[in-house]
Structure formats: C-alpha cells, structure tokens
C-alpha cells in the first residue's frame, strides 16, 4: 500500500482549471464549448481519512480484476454522489456527522425499497 502525505492543519491547496483564452462572450461561450456528453468538471480538494481512501483503491483494483479496465477514484466518487443525488435525503437541522450518516442511509434505503418489486 503506498504512503501518502499528511497536510498539515489550515494548509489546503485548491487548484483551477485554467480558463480557455478570454473571449467577448465570457464563460457562458465556454461552457458551450464543453463536450456535451460529460458535464463540466473542475477539481476541488476533499480530504478523507484513510479508511475512506482505502475502500476507493480497493474498489478500483477489483474493477481491473478478470479482464476489467482501470478505474479512477473519482469516478466512483461520481457515481456514488449520483445515486445520492437521485435519492429524497433530508438534511435540515443537523446536528453531528453521525446523524448526516444515517440520514444518508435512510434515504437511499428508501429508495431502493421503493424500486424493489414486490412479490
């Protein structure tokens, strides 16, 4: 398992990506520019704990295993922020991590009982 580098507390590094070469018509001619089977991306610095970065390697190896292709990290972010996003989840009057947690959880077990057939 490869080691990563600590930051240090208050030290976050945000990266942009750089704009096109300005043009009259500003970033709405940009954004019209963009492939338009991908949504835009931009990078933005999200800190995990080991544990959470473990899982992603560990899911992006088993993708590759018998035959599959090479995965990125934050494709898997992607499409677990897109289920999320499908789904009803309350967020209001939080209190603690723990509680957005559950809440989380509820609501995308929800959803899928909901899409389950019933017998």
Not at 61 to 87: F, H, P, Q, T
Request: with cysteine.
């Amino acid at each position: 398992m490869s080691k990563r580098v600590a930051v240090p507390e208050g030290k976050a590094l945000f990266f942009r990506r750089p704009d096109s070469l300005p043009t009259e018509a500003g970033p709405a001619l940009r954004e019209a520019e963009a492939p338009a089977e991908k949504g835009q991306t931009r990078q933005s610095a999200i800190f995990l704990e080991e544990r959470h970065l473990d899982w992603l390697e560990d899911r992006c190896r088993e993708a590759r295993r018998n035959g599959g292709r090479a995965i990125r990290k934050a494709a898997v972010i992607r499409a677990i922020l897109d289920v999320a996003m499908s789904r009803e989840i309350n967020l209001t009057s939080l209190r603690r991590e723990e509680d957005l947690v559950e809440r989380v959880r509820r609501g995308v077990a929800a959803a899928g009982q909901q899409s389950q057939p019933s017998c």
